[in-house]
């Protein structure tokens, strides 16, 4: 069985400026998936980078409220929302609140640096 605590996930500042904590990665953590899983935080009035993957990805929020732009393409997200962002799409979301807006990142396949330009 492998569970992992967010709470010992390593903090990081991801390349859009978004604080990151990965919880599954098979290509790090030797796991039979398809896809990476991670813990995202954006702060209050904060923006994250316009960028896009290769990949497919999916947010889940958690927490908090935001805009959400693909494309060009506008829309508020909130508390147990998901947002397909199709692969290739120009993205970044934008915290409306006044506390932090958290979400899942689930990209299929895993996430991997060379999957993702920031723009």
């Known amino acids: 069985m492998f569970i ?5 996930c390593p ?23 398809g896809y990476s899983l991670a813990f995202a935080r954006v702060g209050p009035e904060k923006t994250t980078t316009p960028h896009r993957l290769t990949n497919s990805e999916v947010y889940f929020i958690l927490a908090g409220t935001g805009e959400m732009t693909i494309d060009g393409e506008k829309a508020q ?3 147990l929302q998901a947002v397909y962002i199709p692969p290739g799409s120009v993205q970044h ?6 506390v ?3 979400f899942l990142c689930l990209v299929d396949p895993a996430w ?8």
């Open 4 to 8: 992992r605590d967010l709470k010992q």
């Open 11 to 33: 903090e990081f500042t991801g390349g859009d400026e978004s604080i990151l904590r990965e919880l599954f990665n098979p290509l790090k953590d030797n796991l039979a998936l």
């Open 77 to 79: 997200v909130k508390p």
């Open 93 to 98: 979301i934008t915290n409306t609140g006044e």
């Open 100 to 102: 932090s807006l958290d």
């Open 112 to 119: 991997q640096p060379n999957c993702e330009e920031i723009l």
